[in-house]
């Protein structure tokens, strides 16, 4: 009984300690397509049926996707619009995840734009909250947005990048749910976070990180607060904010800050 006794201890010990979590498969890599030249491309890009919009902090430029001409720019006032991350095309508009990072206490904004002059439009303020946004999307009724915290540069004590939330909102962008990130997408991002994300054809969350090549595959759990890792996908973006072609199902688009190129990809669909 002695030794069972030690035993049972010994597992509940380790129990409770926690067990690493199994990694994810791997799914195969997304394929480049294309490269489109475009100075602007420093922090994401946006697809359009017409155009491509590459985004960099104050400043985004509208490009034909077909012959990859520079057609409009927009440049904003720094000290009002210090990092613009991303862009997604929703419902005819150019809607535009922005923060004041890296200054701290974070705040957040979405900045929306007319997709063709690239006038602004309007902003709905998030204010200070639990991060910088990096990215939103409509999906399945509702806003989405991502809140990205950092162990150093942009980080906000106590909170790093173990803090980083996805947010679900209401149309009038009222909080109504919130997620935290697995262990297995948290130690590849650390010590920074989620740049880029969407809701894919497959109907998945697909996420990108700031500095590696490669795609997070989500979804919603059953039960809990965490979100379920189901694979990981090799792409040539380095990171940085993503959008899927609603027009082309199972294109995604990227970009590489080492080139100054927004990238057209192919992504294989998942094996079930």
Not at 76 to 85: F, K, L, M, Q
Not at 179 to 189: D, F, N, Q, V
């Amino acid at each position: 009984m002695g030794l069972l006794l030690a035993l049972a201890a010994s597992a509940a010990t380790a129990a409770a300690a926690g067990t690493p979590a199994a990694a994810p498969p791997q799914g195969q890599p997304a394929e480049t397509l294309r490269r489109i030249p475009a100075e602007e491309a420093r922090q994401g890009v946006a697809v359009g049926p017409n155009d491509v919009y590459a985004v960099a902090n104050w400043t985004i430029a509208r490009y034909d996707r077909k012959t990859g001409a520079r057609r409009a720019v927009w440049t904003g006032e720094p000290a009002r619009y210090p990092h613009i991350n991303s862009c997604a095309l929703i419902k005819a508009e150019l809607v535009c995840a922005a923060s004041n990072f890296p200054s701290v206490p974070q705040a957040s904004s979405v900045e929306i734009f007319d997709p063709v002059t690239l006038a602004h439009k309007r902003t709905v303020s998030l204010g200070l909250g639990t991060g910088s946004l990096t990215w939103v999307d409509w999906h399945d009724g509702h806003w989405w947005g991502l809140f990205a915290n950092y162990d150093g540069k942009g980080g906000e004590a106590p909170r790093d990048h173990r803090h980083t939330t996805l947010v679900q909102f209401d149309t009038d962008w009222r909080r109504t749910q919130s997620w935290a990130l697995p262990a297995t997408i948290l130690e590849r991002i650390a010590p920074m976070s989620i740049s880029g994300g969407g809701f894919g054809p497959d109907g998945r969350l697909w996420l990108s990180g700031h500095d590696n090549p490669e795609l997070y595959v989500t979804q919603l759990p059953k039960g809990g607060a965490t979100l379920d890792h189901i694979a990981t996908v090799p792409m040539e973006a380095e990171g940085q904010a993503i959008d899927w072609d609603e027009n082309r199902p199972g294109i995604l688009w990227g970009i590489s800050r080492k080139t100054r190129a927004m990238l057209e990809m192919r992504v294989p669909p998942l094996q079930k």
